[in-house]
């Protein structure tokens, strides 16, 4: 190409509007610059850049393109002699000492880094930078070539012609603020690539970081702030990485920072000194043992005071506006509450605590000092999350007490500060905050009938968060609070305070019975039906949707779905107009890219599609179409412009939508399979094809539809076994390596028990197949490669679990013990989900199939090494649990003929443990579980009678309830169940069954254990077992107080407790026990009163 061919190219690449024309040209460029060898290309190029026009800013941009997006593949490289390289620099060289280019010395840098690589000598570049320096117009090109020029080892550098570190500090000390910018960027460079392990010593370090604080401090006191900013943000990276090797010189840099912060300089000024603070906390792992007082001190005196920026007019705006108080996510604000949200998880115990806990003693101490009170609330709100770790019960009541005592307060928004802290303390505190619920309620009624508007509102939210840690029987005693509260709101009009209502009665409907719910509803669902039309005709009008109007269309859409599938019979004749509309919605949002309310109609359609499941198919035949054009969207876009050549971008909202697609279609594949029969082949050809790369939940969601398939492939009546020799390989690709002594994991924990979960789903699939059919073509190969991966991701949790150990071990030091705990706590709960996950997988062999050969060959072994695993570790703990739980499967599912010689050599080293970890709950309840399980199949065997185990279970009761932990509480119910089941088996005395009657009325724990103990006493009242005629009034005491108790929605609801249920209404309903029934009724308090009374209407 000649020369001006290539500048009418580049001319048109720059200037062309029309998308079709800039495409060819794009592809006529690329293809130009692919030449090999490159010299016409590179020549052109040059020249254009060298030669000023137009085009030469954008030639000298898009060659540095092609040198870092290319690398050894760039154009310099492809040239038929590489010499000519150095013909061109200078060509280059020449022309910024003229023109002072920005750009154009970029592609000098870039390309002479490239050639410093391959080792190749540039005498010219550093004879430039020596020779420029000395001329008053071009030196702060000759500094910005160093800055760009330094990214490399010190190895390297050392190979420069001259000593980098002198120029370095001889150009620091120039009057130009520009050139000392530079130079602190290079010298921040130097100190990012070369801590003290790789060259540089530890003298030459504070050297160098002497003169960057001592040039930045000049640069500041000349009021220069543009170039001071700049030259923060190279303090801020060299603090980000190597903030260790300079810890000595903190102090000096936190007291430079608290001069910026205590001047009248800008707010990005002192936003600039926040983030250095910031990132000083974050990234120097001593800072509690050298700098606790200092850091401690600064978050009082600057970061504390800023966490609010609020002022009067703002809050009068506020009052009178419909929007809130809303600030940029870089303000002063926001980094200042974010540093105290990170602070809060690394200096809980030790600063964030206290210093908060004073504050607002203090604050408190000065009412009408709003802004101080302000400040300190919005900081506790911000800390809760990271401190709820390391606060014991008086910490949590001292933080309410504090919180609460502003609810008076004669300015607005600190009223509305304490309700949104105190709902972020019932979230981030539960359970130990509900002893403070009382007088948290009080505070939240009586801020929804706030004069202003606003607080109001904000009550009803302050009550979700109050109800989201309620279980049915907690929630229950705030009812009438609750349904007060959201009369409140929806009466008002306001679209604020009838989202916040709707969203309260759907937290509701998660946890109150059906009784309780139906005259809430009956009351509360005319008007929310009515505003339902009103938003559906603005939904077919309107065009486009704010922020709030999103908010309550999609708690509008939860709510009534919600709503219709706990008390469907309110929705009799109504259901199908709601799906209807809900089928608008999902077209509409789909259209509109309205992702927030796209998600809710999906899953507003999955609550209430069991109410219709006659007319199922026309709506999936509708969906399925949305389904299928929402899955072929790009979620990943490799740019492939000028501007965006090879960069890889996510559309996040893209992404949205699919996973909300592809968690519904999971969902409806398992509910209505058939419904998909018409669709099957192309259903599957999407999901194969479909490119989840570096999505993490959208793999695991494919994974689950692959699973789900091949059930749905056995119910549509499919040839399953060729559908699964199809999918089986392409499925386990996505979980298994391609090379099998490949150790690494691509996962993290989570991620590696979602893939535990995807392979138990399709263990599941596969199995209920095999069953039913006795197809056994592949079996033997297919329960080998469940076993291998099974394996595989049983080491890859390991593997990362060590490594993320191992990177946390080494900060414990500087963590007291609470703290260690706290963190080690994080780190084992997300292995202990995989190890769950494992179980839960390998227990599916025993459920689903009950082929002894596999359990034999596979499952048991398994157990057993799980069962050895050992008791040093919490990870190990789960380990031995797991194995013991499959055990347990294996006694309620197989013959005692199959079990009885493993279970009785398992129980003893079950015991064994035991006296070994008499408090480790989580052992204690798994073994008696097994135990119990046992003792049921087999009330004759020795194991019943064992007075070890009988009196370790008394013993190990009451050390339960003296330690009131969760785990100790359930693993009391556990213990109660065994001793039932123990002592109806052995006979017990009186004496037995008194001490056992005290125990069973403190069961309310543990549901599964509630609901064994009521089947239990219930068949033998029903068989009128004449050991348990003979205590009669402790059976019927026992049953109502666990059958009407906290689990009582949740077993009277359950499918699988339909015989259950009616069992006791038989018992109840039998006149010579009914006096019993009614004197345990009135025992058990009003809770249970008022469920009976539901119960017998």
């Known amino acids: 190409m000649d020369y001006q061919s290539f500048i009418q190219l580049l001319q048109t690449l720059m200037t062309a509007s029309d998308q079709t024309i800039r495409q060819e040209t794009e592809i006529g460029y690329f293809n130009y610059r692919s030449q090999d060898p ?115 080892s010190y190895s390297t550098l050392q190979k420069w012609p001259f000593n980098v570190f002198e120029f370095l500090q001889m150009c620091i000390q120039d009057q130009d603020h520009k050139v000392a910018r530079y130079t602190i960027q290079a010298m921040a460079k130097i100190l990012v690539n070369n801590d003290t392990t790789t060259g540089m010593d530890q003298k030459a370090v504070v050297g160098v970081m002497t003169m960057i604080m001592q040039r930045i401090t000049q640069s500041i006191a000349s009021n220069d702030e543009p170039n001071s900013i700049k030259m923060l943000v190279s303090l801020q990276d060299i603090i980000g990485f190597i903030g260790d090797s300079i810890i000595e010189q903190i102090p000096e840099i936190i007291k430079f920072l608290s001069q910026i912060l205590r001047s009248n300089f800008s707010e990005e000024m002192k936003c600039q000194a926040v983030r250095i603070f910031l990132d000083i906390t974050e990234t120097i792992s001593n800072i509690r043992k050298f700098l606790a007082d200092i850091v401690a001190n600064f978050l009082k005196e600057f970061i504390l005071p800023n966490t609010s920026t609020v002022t009067e007019d703002d809050i009068q705006n506020w009052i009178q506006e419909e929007n809130d108080l809303e600030y940029r996510a870089e303000s002063l604000q926001a980094l200042c509450e974010d540093t105290f949200e990170s602070c809060s998880y690394t200096l809980g115990k030790q600063i964030i605590q206290p210093l908060l806990y004073n504050a607002a003693i203090m604050a408190n101490k000065q009412p009408q000092n709003w802004r101080q009170l302000l400040c300190v609330l919005n900081a506790i709100c911000f800390s809760a999350e990271g401190i709820q770790n390391v606060c014991k019960q008086k910490d949590i009541d001292n933080f309410c007490k ?50 202003v508007s606003k607080v109001a509102y904000h009550a ?29 709101a929806w009466g008002s009009g306001s679209m604020d305070g009838q989202t916040n209502a709707l969203t309260l009665l759907s937290s509701l409907c998660e946890v109150l019975d059906k009784e309780d719910l139906t005259p809430i509803l009956q009351d509360l669902m005319p008007g929310i039906l009515e505003q339902f039309q009103t938003t559906m005709e603005a939904i077919k009008n309107v065009p486009e949707f704010n922020k709030k109007q999103q908010e309550f269309i999609t708690a509008i859409l939860q709510a009534i779905s919600m709503s219709s599938e706990e008390v469907p019979e309110l929705f009799i004749g109504i259901a199908e107009n709601i799906l209807d509309n809900l089928m608008i919605i999902v077209q509409r949002s789909k259209q509109q890219e309205e992702h927030e309310n796209f998600s809710s109609a999906f899953s507003a359609i999955q609550r209430l599609a069991p109410s219709c499941t006659g007319k199922m198919q026309s709506y999936i035949n509708q969906l399925y179409p949305i389904i299928t054009d929402v899955l072929k969207n790009k979620a990943i876009d490799v740019g492939t412009g000028i501007e965006n050549e090879g960069e890889v971008k996510f559309n996040e909202h893209v992404i949205s939508l699919q996973t909300a697609v592809f968690l519904a279609l999971v969902d409806f594949l398992e509910k209505f399979p058939e419904s998909f029969k018409e669709y099957f082949q192309e ?56 090379d099998p002594t490949d150790e690494s994991c691509q996962y993290d924990l989570e991620q590696v028990a979602d893939c535990i979960d995807g392979v138990a789903t399709y263990v599941e699939s596969y199995l209920e197949y095999v069953k039913a059919t006795n197809d056994t073509s592949v079996y033997n190969e297919t329960i080998q490669q469940f076993m291998n991966a099974l394996q595989y991701l049983e080491k890859s949790a390991a593997h990362i679990f060590k490594e993320e150990f191992e990177d946390l071990d080494g900060e414990l030091e500087d963590l007291d013990a609470d703290e260690q705990e706290a963190e080690i706590e994080r780190l084992v709960d997300n292995y202990a989900t ?206 109502v107080l666990l059958f009407f108790g906290t689990y009582y929605s949740d077993i009277k609801n359950s499918d699988e407790n339909k015989e259950l249920v009616e069992q006791i209404r038989a018992i109840i309903n039998n006149g010579n026990v009914l006096p019993i029934v009614q004197a345990a009724v009135q025992s058990g308090g009003s809770f249970v009163q008022k469920n009976y009374q539901n119960f017998t209407q």
């Open 38 to 152: 490159s010299d016409n290309f590179v020549d052109n190029m040059i020249q254009c850049i060298i030669t000023p026009s137009e085009v030469s800013d954008f030639a000298a941009v898009l060659l540095r393109q092609d040198i870092d997006k290319n690398g050894d593949k760039c154009c310099f490289h492809r040239l038929s002699d590489e010499s000519k390289c150095i013909t061109y620099i200078d060509s280059l060289l020449a022309s910024v000492a003229q023109s002072q280019s920005d750009k154009l010395l970029m592609v000098v840098a870039h390309w002479s880094v490239e050639l410093m690589i391959k080792d190749i000598e540039i005498p010219t570049v550093f004879g430039f930078i020596q020779q420029a320096y000395q001329s008053e117009h071009v030196r702060v090109m000759a500094v910005m070539l160093v800055a760009q020029m330094v990214d490399a």
């Open 460 to 488: 009803v939210a302050a009550a979700i968060n109050f109800n989201s840690g309620l279980d049915y029987e907690g929630s229950y005693q705030y009812i009438e609070q609750f349904v007060l509260i959201m009369k409140f």
């Open 683 to 738: 259903l599957t050809t999407q999901i194969i094809d479909f490119n989840t790369l570096a999505m993490d939940g959208l793999t695991v969601a494919r994974l689950l539809c692959m699973a789900q398939l091949v059930a749905v492939a056995h119910k549509c009546g499919f040839n399953v076994q060729e559908f699964h020799t199809m999918m089986f390989p392409i499925f386990m690709k996505e979980i298994l390596p391609e």
């Open 834 to 1039: 995989s190890i769950e996950s494992l179980g839960f997988a390998y227990s599916c062999f025993v459920s689903k199939l009950q082929d002894i050969n596999v359990v034999s060959t596979y499952v048991v072994p398994t157990a057993q090494r799980f069962i050895t695993a050992g008791l040093q570790t919490l990870p190990q703990i789960y380990f031995v649990t797991e194995g013991i739980a499959i055990f347990a499967d294996i006694v309620e599912k197989f013959d005692p003929s199959y079990y009885i010689n493993i279970i009785e050599s398992v129980i003893p080293q079950a015991m064994m443990m035991l006296s070994q970890k008499p408090d480790c709950w989580i052992l204690v309840q798994s073994v008696y579980y097994m135990i119990g399980q046992y003792i049921l199949k087999n009330p004759a065997s020795e194991v019943a009678k064992s007075e070890q185990c009988i009196s370790f279970a008394a013993k190990a009761i009451t050390q339960a309830i003296a330690d009131g932990s969760d785990e100790a509480l359930h693993s009391h119910d556990n213990l109660v169940s065994y001793l039932l089941f123990a002592g109806d088996a052995t006979l017990q005395s009186e004496s037995y069954w008194q001490q056992w009657h005290a125990f069973a009325r403190g069961v309310k724990n543990d549901g599964e254990e509630v609901s064994n103990i009521s089947k239990y006493l219930t068949s033998k009242l029903i068989q009128n077992d004449a050991g348990w005629m003979g205590r009669v009034n402790m059976a019927v005491d026992v049953l």
């Open 402 to 451: 504090q919180v609460l005592a502003s609810q008076d307060n004669p300015n607005p928004r600190v009223r509305y500060a304490v309700l949104q802290t105190i709902g972020q303390l019932c979230t981030d505190f539960a359970p130990q905050i509900q002893v403070n619920h009382k007088i948290i309620m009080s505070c939240i009624m009586k801020l929804a009938q706030d004069p």
